[in-house]
Each structure stands twice: as C-alpha cells, then as structure tokens.
C-alpha cells in the first residue's frame, strides 16, 4: 500500500505526535499543537541541529530575538512591499486559491516565478475553472501577520508578527558582534517561530501559518572568497542536482554532480558552496534516505528580492518532491536596507584596509517541522512479520530511547528501580500493561530503539534482555553494564558485540 500525507496526519494523531490545534472547536486550518511524542521528536531533532551547526563551532553564536518587532524592521527587508504571494478569487463564492498553486495542481508544471499575466494567460488558454466557476482578475496577497501594539484601541500601532527569524540577526548584528568578540567570518545562528499568513495551508505540517525556523546569517568580508573551511570531503560531496537550464529545458530529474563541479561551472562561491555542503551533511546524518533528496537551483524568475543566487534542498513526499531547506546568497542586501532605514552604522571596521566594510552574507534555512515531517516519513515502515508499523527513526532522535518492561506485574518494583538506574542518562518510558509482545509492538510504533525487560531469571541473576527495534533481536547484559551498553548502542557498535545473543 502506497502511503499517504494523510496516513502519516492520522498516525502522529493516534500515537500522540501531532494534533490539530483547537479540535474541540473544530481546529483552525494551517496551526498544529505537538503532543507528547511530537515535542520530544521535535526537540530532539532542534537539540541535533542546534549542536552540529552551532555548538560545535568557534566561529557560530546564537540568539533569540522577539517574535514583534518594529515596523519599521519590515519596511527596511522589504517584507511589507514584496512578501506576498497570487491570489486567485471565484466569481460566485469568492473562494481564494494560491495562484501557482493552482496552476501547477491543473497542469503539472513549476509555476515559481510566474507573474499575474503569465498564470491568467495559462487560466484561459487551458479554460481552467475552479468547481465550475471562473476566475476573478489576480491579486497580490501580502502574507505578513499583523496585530495592534497598545493598550488606547484607537491610537495602538500596527506590528507583524514575523515571517522569518533572519531580521533579528541583522539588527541585532553589530551588538552581537561587539558583545560576543567575533571576527569576520563569523555566524549567528536562531531557531523560533514563524508567521504567514497562508492563502490555503495544506499538506499537513508541511504549509502552515505558524511554524519553526532554524537558521543562521553567516557575514564573511566582501572581499573574501576564498573559503578555508571548504576541505576535499567538502569538494568531492556528491549530491543530486536540478540546476536552472535543466529546469529551463522541462526536466524534473536531478543529475548527480559534485561540490566541486559547481564551483567550476560558477553556479556559486566557495562560502556558499561550503555551506551547502553542510547542509547536505546534516540532513543525511539525521537519518533522511538520500535517493529521496535533491538540491534545486532557483530560476532566475523565482529569486527573492534579496537573493543573487539560492538552492533549495528537496525531498521526496508522498506528494511530491518539495522544500525542507533552502540556501540563499543574500549579499550585503539587509545590512544595506537597515542602515539606510536607520541611519545607524551596522558596519564593522576593517584593519586592513582601516575602513568600515558591510558584511556579506550566506544564509542557510530549515523549516524544521518539513524536517521533522520527512524523518517521519522516512521512518515509517509497515512490517508485515511482526504485524505493526515500526518507525526506525535514528536512535539519537527518537522521542524515548529506551523502554523498560517488567515481564510480569509481580516484577514492577525491580523493574522500577533498572528505570532509576536508566532515567538520568536516557529519555526513557516505563509500560507494564499487556502481553509483552504487545509492548514491543507499541515501542516499535513510537520508534524506542532499545527495550530493557526483566525477568523472574534476571532478578536473582541481575540482568536484562535489550532487544534491538530494527532487528527485533535480543542479547543478554549484566544490569551493572546496561548504561554502558546502551551507550555503546548508540555510538553505532553491533548488537551482537554487547551482549550474549538470545535466539
């Protein structure tokens, strides 16, 4: 059976990964609330990213900037005039449709880029309707959330909720960059909430009104091309590529290229290049099945108004190959923008050359609940000799990474006390209820890698049987040694090398 966004929407629902937001009121289209399973996944894969991009760098720093911001913020990024997107509006029941949406659901093509004239060209030419109507003239449809900043109604100031988290790095650049003493080239990293205002959110967690960011503004020198961090490992990645001419000619299908190939062939610069790289890395070390990944160059009709140059880095849903992250060349474009609309000097002073310099900048981004979506996706596996679905999620990840199960009721308090032993080094969950085969089949389904049971032989012999998720195998461990056992699990080393196996 083929499996659906919908199947996976109903199995974070039963299993308590996702819920819609408001259901009791009968939800609110493109808000989801994360259940119990969901926040632990979520953080887990938050916690990951947050550590290979940022923690593990000398030259990377975090901030969290406010949600509301000064109106003016989005004037000077160009969000108030040019964040928006097509709407298209029925004559008789006014529905509202996103217009490249639209297009590309009638007549399977990429409609990114495409102005008003082009898509009405399309409508009429292919005599396309919507349920029987026709369409209105195309309208631009600004996706920024506003609100009201003040307690006297009449007089409160209109503020956006904001529609990326990358404005807060620029302002706040030259504080940071004081404050935390770093040098060119440094970044600042984020990870928070988001707010559009969606023409029609779909696709369960994939496009919503509200949703988590996690990215950094990298400020290299103008002047500096030159990247040292880009390795051989780095110029020798293989990655599966849809660059702009094959998109131009009508392909759909990437071509494997390298790292390398593409600083030849200019397609970008060693920093964006490196940067790209790690992005790929990560989204590989996580789990993600690269044969269901693709980085695709934009065209130039679908650049952002700060972007020279972005690559998106695509995976393979149940509908369609779509965006989980992007990477953008921003340039000098938001530094510039804010020191006019400010008048403060967002610059930094250049020994060498002993003037002040604007940073240039490469701007890699996740949407990380379409992260969270793919690892699920990914993970989802209907096993028909157990009977059940076993999500084989990546150890390191998932939301409990061990379970503990006493063979039998009588056994509980023993067992209590192997979860005291295991609770301050792993996430863990304790289930005595049904058969032990039952259990299993409930851990499999909400990813736990390693289930501990005791039985009547392990109280008087003090050990425990851990049996592996993926493979469904068992071995034997000495309770004194199941911290360091599980541990060892985790770093990758065979079952079968930790324990004496149980046929």
Known sequence: MTLTIEDIAVFCKKKGFVYPSSEIYGGISGFWDFGPLGVELFNNIREHWWKFFVRS?????????????????????????????????????????????FIEDELSISADGMNAEEI???????????????????????????????????????AYLRGETAQGMFTNFKLIAETARQQLPFGIAQVGKCFRNEIAPRDFLFRNREFTIAEFE?????DETTCNLLTKKHRSLKLPLLDSKA???????????????????????EWHAYWLAEQYRWLLEVGLNPKKLKVREHVAT????????????????PFGSKEI??????????????????NEKLTLFDEATKQHIVPRVIEPTFGMERVFLALLVDAYEEDKKRGNIVLKILPQLAPFTVGIFPLVNKLEK????????????????????GSIGRRYARADEIGIPYCVTLDF????????TIRDRNSAKQILVKQDELVATIHQLLSGVALSSVGKPIK
């Open 57 to 101: 760098r000398a030259n990377m720093v975090g901030v969290d900037a406010s949600i509301i911001s000064h109106p003016r913020v989005w004037k000077a990024s160009g969000h108030i005039e040019n964040f928006g997107d097509l709407v298209l509006t029925t004559k008789q029941s006014k529905t509202k449709l996103r217009a490249d949406h």
């Open 120 to 158: 009405m060209k399309l409508i009429k030419k292919h005599k396309l309707q919507h349920k029987g109507e026709d369409f209105e003239e195309l309208k631009d449809f600004n996706l920024m959330l506003s609100t009201k900043v003040g307690a006297d109604e009449k007089n409160a100031n209109t």
């Open 218 to 222: 990298f400020f290299i020198h103008p």
């Open 247 to 269: 998109q131009a000619a009508g392909k759909k299908e990437p071509q494997p290229t390298t790292i390398e190939e593409m600083l030849k062939q200019n397609k970008l610069g």
């Open 302 to 317: 679908e650049l952002s108004h700060y972007s020279s140059a972005t690559f998106d880095l695509d995976y393979t849903f």
């Open 325 to 342: 992250a992007g990477n953008a060349n921003r340039g000098q474009y938001d530094l510039t923008q804010h020191i006019k609309e400010s």
């Open 414 to 433: 023993d067992a209590s006390k192997i979860f005291g032993l295991l609770r301050d080094q792993f996430s863990c969950t304790f289930d005595r209820s």
């Open 457 to 464: 032989d392990g109280v008087t012999k003090k050990t425990v």
